[in-house]
């Protein structure tokens, strides 16, 4: 085993035991970081690696929470069919939106995909008879195999154990040589053109990817939350799904679920003082791009080689914040 | 109808006013800033709180809205932007949309969430022309758009400054031989624009009420209209803007009144599909 699956490993076991002892309401955040997390990867790929950007996630988020919760309530699907058909829907319209988009760059594909997350939550709107609309639809407690997670620790594992499959699905692709064109592409587009890769194909099936796993991302997150409506999936969300990649260390694994954490706890910590929580948020979005391109994910890196003298080992290479992310020209 | 296209063409002002501004900063700075609208919101909130607390004639109030948004923008040019302008497009959407929260939550922090009318600035009486009753309000915030877009147009045409501003997006490499201060010119067009933009803040007020919303809707439009005119002209975000404001009052008879915030997305999404570059925008050549 390398240094970055025994790290991983680690996480996850700390992540198996931990949560016994604990509150159902720390269970509920923790939950919700995992959904996120899973989100964070996906966003992770397309943005941090492949440097497009999307300021719609919440619009592929709110399909997966949307299919699931309908086709199990509405017409009693079991839950892993309900959920593999969302991702597949997530999958879908992210084809759909991703090959008219990769003819876009830079901030003109931004502001695409920011009109296409609004356009998902008109969509959730007008459709009230299916989707309740404003009024928002009840989920029930999943159920995997018979296995009812009707308890805040029963969700918890099966996110953890969600969340753990998309972290391998990820980390197993981040070396492949597909991810690595896509690095490619980002750093100049013209070049990885020029020595043959095919930048559209790529470019759309890291859209797709990335749509599916926010699809996934909302399937979990709907029976955490036991509710979804469209207030839920504003642009807001979108943006802080941005900023949770860009906090938490772009173009790192671990760097999205510290990013997820960081966009979920805070709020909570600072909820005495309202909206301020917000104003942190600018503040974080703010400060990280002008003090500290890495995110948290290089304090956990300046840590780690503090203590283990040796590079952390949960960083894919070389995909460290560039110049050019994002920038296509 | 007639009515729609009144009122079309006075909500248009509004959004072409702030794709003005935005525009304006673009094509000088490459920096699209999501602020925007939190800037021109904010500059209305101080002007009126001069208003209410020395009771001052308005129109002194509308000034002093118009030097904060330039000072709001200079100073947001020179602690933040300055910084991150050579780290490309990521860090400066992720940048200008943090400031978009701590200046909006600012907002709400100061003056509250609470919606307060807004004094109008033209008067409130009718003006019969044509078979169509025209409130004043309308003649008055069409006219001084247009006027203040004569006056930029003017200002790039005929003064140094202008013309250096019009060399930068032409050239930035040659400006910067031949001695031009980027700068400074930058700083420049962050005041000129935020400007611009909360004259759009003061406009719109009377219309929707001052609130710390009230400007989040225009600022997606005006991205919209902004990108339809390429994000680097002038000239088309100005007409995108008043285009956009008639044809959502125009088809607002025809569709749900919900759904008008959504034509505008509708249009950007197929005008990208077709025009990747947007209706005017310049087809950049790539040299490798």
Same mark, same amino acid.
């Given at each position: 085993?390398?240094?970055?699956?025994?790290?991983?490993?680690?996480?996850?076991?700390?992540?198996?035991?931990?949560?016994?002892?604990?509150?159902?309401?720390?269970?509920?955040?923790?939950?919700?970081?995992?959904?996120?997390?899973?989100?964070?990867?996906?966003?992770?790929?397309?943005?941090?690696?492949?440097?497009?950007?999307?300021?719609?996630?919440?619009?592929?988020?709110?399909?997966?929470?949307?299919?699931?919760?309908?086709?199990?309530?509405?017409?009693?699907?079991?839950?892993?069919? /309900?959920?593999?058909? *969302?991702? @597949? $829907?997530?999958? +879908? &319209?992210?084809?759909?939106?991703? =090959?008219?988009? %990769?003819?876009?760059?830079?901030?003109?594909?931004?502001?695409?995909?920011?009109?296409?997350?609004?356009?998902?939550?008109?969509?959730?709107?007008?459709?009230?008879?299916?989707?309740?609309?404003?009024?928002?639809?009840?989920?029930?407690?999943?159920?995997?195999?018979?296995?009812?997670?009707?308890?805040?620790?029963?969700?918890?594992?099966?996110?953890?154990?969600?969340?753990?499959?998309?972290?391998?699905?990820?980390?197993?692709?981040?070396?492949?040589?597909?991810?690595?064109?896509?690095?490619?592409?980002?750093?100049?587009?013209?070049?990885?053109?020029?020595?043959?890769?095919?930048?559209?194909?790529?470019?759309?099936?890291?859209? /797709?990817?990335?749509? *599916?796993? @926010? $699809?996934?991302? +909302? &399937?979990?997150?709907?029976?955490? =939350?036991?509710? %979804?409506?469209?207030?839920?999936?504003?642009?807001?969300?979108?943006?802080?799904?941005?900023?949770?990649?860009?906090?938490?260390?772009?173009?790192?694994?671990?760097?999205?679920?510290?990013?997820?954490?960081?966009?979920?706890?805070?709020?909570?910590?600072?909820?005495?003082?309202?909206?301020?929580?917000?104003?942190?948020?600018?503040?974080?979005?703010?400060?990280?791009?002008?003090?500290?391109?890495?995110?948290?994910?290089?304090?956990?890196?300046?840590?780690?080689?503090?203590?283990?003298?040796?590079?952390?080992?949960?960083?894919?290479?070389?995909?460290?914040?560039?110049?050019?992310?994002?920038?296509?020209? | 109808?007639?009515?729609?296209?009144?009122?079309?063409?006075?909500?248009?002002?509004?959004?072409?006013?702030?794709?003005?501004?935005?525009?304006?900063?673009?094509?000088?700075?490459?920096?699209?800033?999501?602020?925007?609208?939190?800037?021109?919101?904010?500059?209305?909130?101080?002007?009126?709180?001069?208003?209410?607390?020395?009771?001052?004639?308005?129109?002194?109030?509308?000034?002093?809205?118009?030097?904060?948004?330039?000072?709001?923008?200079?100073?947001?040019?020179?602690?933040?932007?300055?910084?991150?302008?050579?780290?490309?497009?990521?860090?400066?959407?992720?940048?200008?949309?943090?400031?978009?929260?701590?200046?909006?939550?600012?907002?709400?922090?100061?003056?509250?969430?609470?919606?307060?009318?807004?004094?109008?600035?033209?008067?409130?009486?009718?003006?019969?022309?044509?078979?169509?009753?025209?409130?004043?309000?309308?003649?008055?915030?069409?006219?001084?758009?247009?006027?203040?877009?004569?006056?930029?147009?003017?200002?790039?045409?005929?003064?140094?400054?202008?013309?250096?501003?019009?060399?930068?997006?032409?050239?930035?490499?040659?400006?910067?031989?031949?001695?031009?201060?980027?700068?400074?010119?930058?700083?420049?067009?962050?005041?000129?624009?935020?400007?611009?933009?909360?004259?759009?803040?003061?406009?719109?007020?009377?219309?929707?009420?001052?609130?710390?919303?009230?400007?989040?809707?225009?600022?997606?439009?005006?991205?919209?209209?902004?990108?339809?005119?390429?994000?680097?002209?002038?000239?088309?975000?100005?007409?995108?803007?008043?285009?956009?404001?008639?044809?959502?009052?125009?088809?607002?008879?025809?569709?749900?009144?919900?759904?008008?915030?959504?034509?505008?997305?509708?249009?950007?999404?197929?005008?990208?599909?077709?025009?990747?570059?947007?209706?005017?925008?310049?087809?950049?050549?790539?040299?490798?």
């Amino acid at each position: 085993m390398t240094r970055a699956q025994i790290f991983g490993w680690a996480v996850v076991a700390v992540a198996a035991v931990v949560p016994l002892g604990l509150a159902d309401y720390w269970l509920y955040l923790l939950t919700l970081i995992g959904a996120y997390g899973v989100v964070a990867l996906g966003l992770n790929l397309l943005t941090g690696l492949s440097g497009q950007i999307s300021l719609g996630h919440a619009g592929f988020f709110a399909i997966g929470a949307y299919t699931s919760a309908i086709l199990t309530s509405k017409y009693g699907l079991p839950y892993p069919a /309900a959920a593999a058909l *969302a991702v @597949a $829907a997530g999958w +879908g &319209v992210g084809l759909l939106v991703g =090959i008219p988009a %990769v003819r876009l760059q830079g901030l003109y594909l931004a502001i695409a995909t920011l009109a296409f997350g609004i356009g998902v939550e008109r969509v959730i709107y007008t459709f009230k008879g299916l989707t309740g609309g404003p009024y928002g639809l009840m989920i029930d407690p999943p159920a995997v195999l018979g296995f009812a997670a009707n308890s805040p620790l029963k969700l918890y594992y099966l996110v953890l154990v969600a969340a753990t499959l998309c972290v391998l699905f990820i980390a197993n692709i981040v070396r492949s040589s597909q991810v690595r064109m896509l690095v490619a592409m980002r750093d100049s587009e013209l070049a990885a053109a020029c020595m043959g890769i095919n930048v559209t194909r790529l470019k759309v099936l890291a859209f /797709a990817i990335s749509a *599916a796993l @926010a $699809a996934l991302g +909302g &399937v979990l997150y709907a029976p955490a =939350i036991g509710f %979804v409506s469209v207030e839920q999936f504003t642009l807001w969300l979108s943006i802080t799904f941005i900023s949770m990649i860009v906090v938490g260390g772009l173009g790192s694994i671990t760097g999205s679920f510290l990013g997820a954490a960081f966009v979920v706890i805070v709020p909570e910590l600072l909820r005495g003082f309202g909206a301020y929580y917000q104003i942190v948020y600018g503040l974080a979005m703010i400060l990280v791009f002008v003090f500290w391109p890495k995110g948290l994910v290089g304090f956990v890196d300046l840590i780690g080689r503090r203590i283990g003298g040796a590079p952390s080992p949960a960083r894919p290479p070389a995909i460290a914040l560039s110049k050019k992310a994002g920038e296509n020209s | 109808m007639d009515q729609a296209v009144i009122n079309g063409l006075a909500e248009g002002s509004v959004y072409a006013l702030l794709a003005l501004g935005l525009v304006f900063i673009n094509r000088i700075t490459q920096v699209a800033t999501f602020a925007h609208g939190e800037v021109a919101a904010c500059a209305a909130f101080i002007g009126f709180s001069i208003f209410q607390a020395t009771g001052m004639p308005f129109v002194v109030a509308v000034l002093c809205s118009i030097v904060a948004g330039g000072v709001l923008g200079y100073a947001i040019e020179r602690i933040v932007i300055r910084r991150v302008q050579t780290s490309g497009l990521l860090a400066t959407i992720i940048v200008t949309l943090g400031l978009y929260f701590v200046i909006h939550n600012a907002i709400v922090a100061i003056w509250g969430p609470e919606v307060r009318p807004y004094p109008a600035i033209f008067g409130d009486t009718t003006v019969r022309f044509a078979g169509v009753a025209i409130s004043s309000q309308h003649i008055g915030v069409i006219a001084t758009a247009f006027l203040i877009a004569i006056a930029l147009a003017a200002y790039l045409r005929w003064t140094r400054t202008g013309l250096a501003l019009r060399a930068i997006p032409q050239n930035r490499y040659g400006a910067e031989v031949i001695g031009l201060n980027l700068r400074r010119l930058s700083a420049t067009a962050w005041i000129i624009g935020s400007a611009v933009g909360a004259m759009a803040g003061v406009l719109i007020a009377p219309l929707t009420f001052l609130n710390s919303n009230m400007m989040g809707a225009p600022l997606i439009k005006a991205f919209a209209v902004a990108a339809l005119g390429g994000l680097d002209s002038l000239v088309g975000a100005f007409v995108g803007g008043l285009l956009l404001g008639v044809i959502e009052n125009v088809m607002v008879v025809y569709i749900p009144t919900y759904l008008k915030d959504s034509i505008a997305f509708f249009f950007i999404f197929i005008v990208l599909l077709v025009q990747p570059k947007g209706l005017f925008g310049r087809v950049r050549m790539e040299k490798v």
